[in-house]
Each structure stands twice: as C-alpha cells, then as structure tokens.
C-alpha cells in the first residue's frame, strides 16, 4: 500500500504560480512511477504530467507543456508539480497518483494509488 497526500493547491490570479506536492508513505517511493491527474467539474479525470521512477522519462499533457513540470525527489519521498503562466481552464482537483510498474503512464486504469486530490482555481 502506498498512502499520497496532495498539498500546495489554492487561488492564484491567470498567469500566477503554483508548485503542488505529494507525499508517499508505505511502499518504496522509488519502486513507483508517478502521475498528475486532475478533474474539472462535470468533466472526466484527464492526465496532466507523468515521471518515471527515476526520472528519466516525463509526459506532460499538450494542454501544460511548456506551463507545466514534474519532477520528484526520492530521498525525499515527494513528487512536484510546477504550475506556470496559469490559465482558469487549469482550475480543476488535480490528484496525484502511482503506478506500479515504473513506467509513466497516461491513462487512469494505469495506476494503483490515488491521492485524495487538491483545488486549484485560476480566476480571470
């Protein structure tokens, strides 16, 4: 079992910042792949940024790239989030999650563990 505890959400103004984090406990941190997902009111959860268990491969959604960077720190047990030039089509829960085979995926059914999610909202 891996336990993920989103924090950093919040409101920031279009074209603000916002680094969001995730903290594992349980497994080892390092075994797992990581995943930003996030979900707009009335729309499905949608994939946003993904890294591989070493950081050696990143995705990231083409609606953020450019915007947006994962990154994660193992000794630390923490995956990142960095959220640039934020638009209010960012404003969603965005969740984090991890997936057992290492390898970053970009679907939902990819993943085992979830976060119980953090808000963000971009106001115009």
């Known amino acids: 079992q891996v336990q993920l505890v989103e924090s950093g959400g919040g409101l920031v103004q279009a074209g603000g910042s916002l680094r969001l984090s995730c903290a594992a406990s349980?497994?080892?941190?390092?075994?797992?792949?990581m995943g930003w997902f996030r979900q707009a009111p009335g729309k499905e959860r949608e994939f946003v940024a993904a890294?591989?268990?070493?950081?050696?491969?990143?995705y990231h959604a083409s609606s953020v790239k450019g915007r947006f960077t994962i990154s994660r720190d193992n000794a630390k047990n923490t995956v990142y989030l960095q959220m640039n030039s934020l638009k209010p089509e960012d404003t969603a829960v965005y969740y984090c999650?991890?997936?057992?085979?290492?390898?970053?995926?970009?679907?939902?059914?990819?993943?085992?563990?979830w976060g119980q999610g953090t808000q963000v909202t971009v106001t115009s």
């Open positions: 999650a991890a997936d057992q085979s290492r390898r970053p995926g970009i679907t939902t059914l990819e993943y085992d563990y």
């Open positions: 349980g497994r080892t941190f390092s075994n797992y792949a």
């Open positions: 890294i591989s268990w070493n950081s050696g491969t990143t």
